[in-house]
């Protein structure tokens, strides 16, 4: 289990959210199947999320995610958060691997490649809030700074760290995000700044003393207040942060409407059943024939369940409108061509 804790510093002028991710980290790399590097870079965005959300979204039932596309071998990664704590996450191709960097790092930035950033937060009612500016290192801290400037007008810094050891299993993972409120005063910007010139890395400080301790030095001589999360329904006095999917055996087998009867009559036939793998979590699920064929012909969005299809008494049939679901997924229809209700 991972944890958030939140605070102020500068006399109320800094905003600070700081995540220790280790075993979430871990539990990704396990579940996918992660190189070291799209380890480090699924973590750190993983990471990243987190923090965002805690910085960015305003009710429990909004979502926010990160997507980073670039033209590098790892081919695209996405990470989800919500406000509490739970994330999940996955990149296109989990065994792509670079050279370290000449520091001894892994490479993040040569991974992912030159490319974009996009981020959405996602309301309960459907409509979706996207920022997208271009990726500025690829080391992802970096570009998730220039983001919430670009995006958000929200002055930051952002600190991520994934470390892996041996044969790829997570050491210690975590981040900080520093949020600097308007009207901030000269000199406590001035030892912010002097404070994270002075940092050689995150994660050496994280595994040397804990979350507080990092912060400890982090923000030397800026007062960190810890925001007493008890009251929000946290005994711990810190936000659990865990990989959660929100996939389930019943949206696994709705997966499948998106063949036709004739497809999945010869999964049947040919498999004895049917096997979806979530590509969020890697979870697996089989389904056998029975359970098949309860499907009827109607499709939704896999990602949150919206009707996209669905064939009506009379023949005809209801589509949904436009090439975007209300989640912001692009609407695949299997069955093209079908008459407009
Ligand atoms: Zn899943
Ligand atoms: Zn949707």
Partial sequence: M?????????????????????????EARRRHGLSPTATAALGRAMTGALLLAQLLLKTPKERLTLRLEGTGPLGGLLAEADAQGNVRGYVQNPQAEVPLRPDGKLNVGEVLGPGFLRAD????????YSGTVPLVSGEIAEDLAHYLWQSEQIPSAVLLGVRVRGE???EVAGGVAVQVMPGAPEEVLKRLEANLAGLAGLTPLLKERDLEGALEVLLAGLGF???????????????????????????????????????????????????????????VYRFSPEEIRTLVAEVRCPDCGALWLYPKADGTSFRIEGDACRCGRRVELPFQGQAQA
């Fill in 225 to 283: 207040e810890r925001t007493d999360l008890r009251a929000l329904g946290y005994p711990q006095n810190e936000i659990p942060a865990r990989f959660r999917c929100r996939c389930s055996r019943e949206k696994a087998l709705e997966a499948l409407v998106f063949f036709t009867p004739e497809e999945r009559e010869e999964m049947i036939v040919k498999d004895g059943g049917a096997e979806v793998v979530c590509h969020w979590c890697g979870e």
């Fill in 2 to 26: 991972g944890r958030i804790l939140r605070g102020l510093a500068g006399e109320g002028h800094l905003r600070v959210v700081a995540a220790e991710t280790g075993d979430v980290v871990e």
């Fill in 168 to 170: 790829g299993e997570v």
């Fill in 121 to 128: 937060r996602s309301l309960p009612s459907g409509e979706v």
